[in-house]
């Protein structure tokens, strides 16, 4: 079955940068996507961010929000995806979650992991 471990988050100042790692097993990674999502304090779960998984050619897409900020990267090798996330604020507040999906587009999750969470203050 899916398994997602997530890891990477911490407490970073407004305008610092973290980067966090999915590393995923028990199933293949063929044609599919994975990506990172997040919630905030009294909020709904937010995609932020996505990958295609198993194409020749890598399809990313992103939140509005995060956009010129983030940065969405796999390492096939490795089975594990990244969330390069610069210029951090205060509104990228929340628990990082990453997701197995059966498609590229991260349209229909198949399998969450633990969730990280990060931190922005000063």
């Known amino acids: 079955h899916v398994q997602l471990q997530a890891s990477g988050g911490g407490l970073v100042q407004p305008g610092g940068s973290l980067r966090l790692s999915c590393v995923a097993s028990?199933?293949?990674?063929?044609?599919?996507?994975m990506g990172w999502w997040r919630q905030a304090p009294g909020k709904e779960r937010e995609r932020v961010s996505c990958?295609?998984?198993?194409?020749?050619?890598?399809?990313?897409n992103y939140a509005d929000s995060v956009k010129g900020r983030f940065t969405i990267s796999r390492d096939n090798a490795k089975n594990t995806v990244y969330l390069q996330m610069n210029s951090l604020k205060s509104e990228d507040v929340g628990v990082y979650y990453c997701?197995?999906?059966?498609?590229?587009?991260?349209?229909?999750?198949?399998?969450w992991g633990q969730g990280t969470q990060v931190t922005v203050s000063s």
């Open positions: 028990g199933f293949t990674l063929d044609y599919s996507g």
């Open positions: 997701a197995a999906t059966i498609d590229s587009q991260c349209r229909v999750v198949r399998g």
């Open positions: 990958i295609s998984i198993g194409y020749s050619d890598v399809r990313t």
